[in-house]
C-alpha cells in the first residue's frame, strides 16, 4: 500500500467533495454499530461521523496523515489513531474479534494483497460484525489517475465478492454507483491520459453531478458505475 505523503494532496480535494461524500456514507450508516475500526482513515474525511460511536480505531499507514488524525480528534477520548498498516499481525491479533463494525472506503485497490487484508478485517470483527467497503470499479476504466494514485485494480462485482467469500465473509450487499462518473473518468483517465483530479473537476462533479446521479439511481439501481459498495457479514 502506498505510504508515502503525496497522497494528501488527493486525500484533501476529495476531502471538499461534500456531496459526493455524503452519498457514499449513505450506503455505509445503517450498518454502523458502536465499536468501529476505520481502515485507511486518511485525514478523517469519514472519521468525524462517527464520533457519536463508543470506541473508533483509525488504521493509517501514512504517518503525516495519522498525525493529522491525533491532531484533528485530539479532544476526543474514544479515538485512537494506529499508524501502522492492516497486515499488521501482532496488532490484529491483539485487537481479534473487539469491533462490529469495519469500514474501508476507497482503500482496498491500494492494497496488492486484498484478500489477506479482508482476512485481517474479518479477525478483527465479532461474530454477526459489519465489513463496509467502497472500491473502484470497472476494470476496463483503469488508467494513469490510477496508477498515478496507487491502485491496484479497479474491480467487477464478480471479483469483489470472490474476495470477500474468499476471506470468509458472508456478501450482505453489492451494488454499482455513480454512473453518470463513467464517461468522465474515461475521458480523463484512458483518453486525454491524465494523471491527477484537479480541484475545479472535482468540484464541478460535486455540485452538479453526484445530487443528480444520487436522486436517478435511488429510483434506478445502475447495472455499472464508477464504485463498488460492498456491505459483508462475519458469520
Excluded at 103 to 113: A, P, W
Excluded at 159 to 175: K, M, P, Q, W, Y
Excluded at 194 to 208: A, E, M, Y
Aim: proline share 6%; hydrophobic share 45%.
Amino acid at each position: 500500500m502506498s505510504n508515502g505523503s503525496s497522497m494528501l494532496p488527493d486525500l484533501e480535494i476529495m476531502a471538499q467533495a461534500v456531496h459526493y461524500n455524503d452519498w457514499l456514507f449513505s450506503f455505509v450508516a445503517p450498518y454502523v454499530g458502536n465499536y468501529v475500526v476505520e481502515i485507511g482513515a486518511g485525514i478523517g474525511t469519514f472519521t468525524h461521523r462517527f464520533l457519536s460511536c463508543q470506541r473508533v480505531v483509525c488504521v493509517e499507514p501514512m504517518g503525516e496523515a495519522a498525525q493529522r488524525l491525533r491532531e484533528r480528534f485530539r479532544q476526543y477520548g474514544h479515538i485512537e489513531v494506529f499508524e501502522g498498516r492492516i497486515d499488521d499481525k501482532a496488532w490484529v491479533q491483539k485487537r481479534a474479534g473487539t469491533f462490529d463494525t469495519a469500514i474501508c472506503l476507497n482503500v482496498l485497490e491500494h492494497i496488492e494483497d486484498d484478500t489477506r487484508a479482508c482476512e485481517m478485517i474479518h479477525a478483527l470483527l465479532a461474530p454477526g460484525g459489519y465489513f463496509a467497503v467502497v472500491v473502484p470499479a470497472l476494470p476496463l476504466l483503469y488508467g494513469t489517475i490510477d496508477k498515478a494514485v496507487g491502485h491496484f485494480r479497479r474491480y467487477a462485482r464478480p471479483g469483489l465478492r470472490n474476495v470477500l467469500e474468499t476471506a470468509g465473509f458472508s456478501v450482505v450487499d453489492i451494488r454499482y454507483m455513480n454512473v453518470l462518473g463513467v464517461p468522465g473518468w474515461f475521458l480523463t483517465n484512458r483518453i486525454l491520459q491524465q494523471k491527477k483530479q484537479g480541484p475545479r473537476q472535482v468540484t464541478f462533479f460535486d455540485l452538479f453531478v453526484v445530487p443528480v446521479a444520487r436522486r436517478l439511481e435511488a429510483l434506478i439501481p445502475p447495472p455499472f458505475g464508477m464504485s463498488l459498495v460492498a456491505i459483508a457479514r462475519k458469520s
